[in-house]
């Protein structure tokens, strides 16, 4: 899976507590935004560049143009769990100040 670049070395745990959607087979639960007490535990496994995006701005009778290019950079996860409410209660407590948790009193 790829998201945007996130600060995780390649072979990092990193742990995804907003999630908005879960289909397994034949239950699907969606969130009102965020399914509540769901996390995807994944591995990172490296960085990488995005396709090349071409950007070119051009006015006709003023010989202005401009071409530039621009590459997304991603990081490329591999998923080893999705946990729900019940199982991330026999996991323990969970760590506060995760990737993605938003603290009360900051702005989003």
């Known amino acids: 899976m790829l998201v945007e670049k996130l600060q995780a070395a390649e072979g990092e745990k990193v742990e995804l507590d907003r999630v908005l959607l879960i289909a397994d087979g034949n239950k699907t639960t969606i969130g009102t935004p965020l399914v509540k007490g769901a996390r995807v535990v994944a591995t990172s496994l490296g960085d990488e560049k995005g396709k090349k995006i071409i950007v070119?701005?051009?006015?006709?009778?003023?010989?202005?143009?401009?071409?530039?290019?621009?590459?997304?950079?991603?990081?490329?996860?591999?998923?080893?769990?999705?946990?729900?409410?019940?199982?991330?209660?026999?996991?323990?407590?969970?760590?506060?100040?995760?990737?993605?948790q938003e603290q009360p009193g900051q702005p989003v």
């Open 56 to 100: 070119f701005k051009y006015k006709p009778k003023v010989r202005y143009h401009h071409k530039t290019g621009h590459r997304q950079l991603y990081t490329k996860l591999s998923i080893q769990k999705i946990l729900t409410k019940r199982e991330t209660k026999k996991d323990g407590p969970q760590e506060a100040g995760g990737l993605g």
